[in-house]
Every structure is written in C-alpha cells, then in structure tokens.
C-alpha cells in the first residue's frame, strides 16, 4: 500500500472538504472550471443579497433551473465512496460547499452544509425556513405558506456570513482531524477554501484529490491528479490509482 492509502486506512480522525468537482461527474456543472456557471453568468447578478432585491425573479428562475438539474442528477461514484469512508473511519466528517445535496442523497450521514443548501428555503419576512423539493417551482419567485412574504434559497451568499454553527463545527472538525481530505475544490472562495490548511497547521497530513492543479496543490502532502469518481473509489481499493503523484 503506498503512504495515502496507508494514511486513509490508519486515519483515526478523519475530516473531507468538498466541493463543486464531486458533483460535476453527475453532471451538474461546477462554477470556475470549463463550463463553469461563472464562466457563462456573473454571479453579482445571481448570487449576492443585493442580486434578489434587485430582481427576484431572474435570481429564482436561475436556482428553478438549477434545482431542475440537480433533480436529474444522481450521486456519482466519488459520492459513494465517501460513504463507504465514513462507514470505516472511527471518526469521519464531511464538509461540503456544496448546496445540491448529493451527499444526502448518496447517504452520507455527517455531513456540515457550510454553504447552505439549494432544497431549503427561507422568509424574508418570518424567517421561516423549509425544505421544498418542487421542480418546477409552480410560482416565481415563491412564497411564504405562512405569512405570503417574499421567499430566498437557503443558501450562502457571496457577501454573506456562513452559518455560525455549521462553520464552529467544521473548523473544529479539520483543527482535531488526524486526516484530511480535500476533494473537488479550486478552494477559491473563503473562508471555507483555507481549512485544508488550518487542518495542516492543527498536525493533519492533508490528500487533495483535483482533476486540475490549485493552490493548495503545493502545501498539500500528497495532490492527486484526475476524477474524483475515478480516484476516490481506487484509493477505497488500496492502491493508488495510475495519477500523477506530487508529494
Ligand atoms: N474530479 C475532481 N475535481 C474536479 C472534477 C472532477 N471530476 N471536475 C472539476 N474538478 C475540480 C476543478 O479542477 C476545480 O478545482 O473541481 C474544482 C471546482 O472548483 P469551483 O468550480 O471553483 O467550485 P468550488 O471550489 O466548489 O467553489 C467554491 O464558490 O461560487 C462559490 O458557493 C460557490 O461553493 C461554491 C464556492
């Protein structure tokens, strides 16, 4: 067994950061990579607090298409095979960027949503926060069933503090790991793209899994190259796969 393996097999503690690239080989796109969403839109029209005063309705027929994408999707394997790790690691958790909810859906059980979730919405009247799953949205932008206010997507905004208790628990999770894995993101957006290294700086030897180069990919004791849906399962399997290996 080579070191990663060897480290995922041992790891006592261990605590994974996803982010847009788990879900691209179910075909949901990611936002900075090639036919990234912020390749085609600008997310300071879709994406910011200011956007959905602006104009509700551009920003909810946006998140009713992406909710009818996501409806179609399925867990790909990299999904899977961070159930599989969370059933074997005595301690696992699982910190996502990501708001589609493929890790649910696969059946991951740990899971800290640091970037909201696409399937929740929430008043911005009565604050009232519940989960819809309805695609298509029958009326937009929607509201509330219980007070008629106007209705956001319970997700983080860019300018947006991220859930205090989702955060307080993530950063305590990558500061006590012994392991951390970091899995499909450019890490390009904070505060979530720094806890790779906070996990490191806390003693964790840090894996990153990225079909690209990023940068983290330097400070980073071991950055595999290639698909996560192809290189998670095969590190499962104790071997590392035929990618690059920069130690
Ligand atoms: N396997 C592994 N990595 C992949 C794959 C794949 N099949 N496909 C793409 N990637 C990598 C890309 O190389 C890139 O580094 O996934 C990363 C996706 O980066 P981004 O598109 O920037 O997505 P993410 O890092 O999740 O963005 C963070 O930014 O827009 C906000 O809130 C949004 O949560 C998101 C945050």
């Keep these: 067994m080579l070191e990663p393996s060897l480290w995922l097999a041992s790891a006592q503690r261990l605590c994974v950061l996803t ?63 961070l159930v599989e790790l969370e059933k074997r690691a005595p301690k696992f958790t699982l910190i996502t960027q990501n708001v589609d909810g493929l890790h649910r859906r696969a059946g991951s059980r740990n899971i800290i949503h640091v970037h909201g979730d696409i399937w929740l919405v929430r008043c911005t009247v009565c604050g009232r926060q519940d989960q819809n799953e309805i695609v298509p949205l029958p009326e937009i932008p929607p509201h509330c069933s219980g007070c008629g206010g106007l209705l956001r997507p319970g997700v983080v905004w860019f300018g947006e503090s991220l859930p205090a208790q989702e955060w307080e628990a993530a950063t305590r999770a990558a500061r006590q790991c012994d392991l951390f894995l970091v899995i499909g993101t450019s890490a390009a957006v904070m505060p979530a793209g720094g806890l790779a290294m906070d996990a490191r700086s806390a003693g964790a030897r840090v894996i990153e899994i990225n079909a690209e180069e990023t940068g983290l990919s330097r400070y980073v004791d071991v950055s595999l190259r290639g698909p996560a849906g192809e290189l998670l399962p095969a590190l499962l399997k104790e071997g590392i796969p035929n990618s690059d290996r920069l130690l």
Excluded: C
């Excluded at 997310?43 to 009713?64: C, G, H, S």
């Design 19 to 81: 982010g847009a690239g788990v879900s691209a080989e179910s075909g949901i796109p990611t936002f900075r990579g090639p036919g990234g969403l912020w390749r085609q839109y600008k997310p300071e029209e879709l994406a910011t607090p200011q956007a959905f005063r602006r104009d509700p309705n551009l920003v909810w027929e946006w998140y009713d298409w992406r909710r009818q994408l996501i409806a179609k999707a399925e867990p790909n394997p990299a999904h899977r095979a």
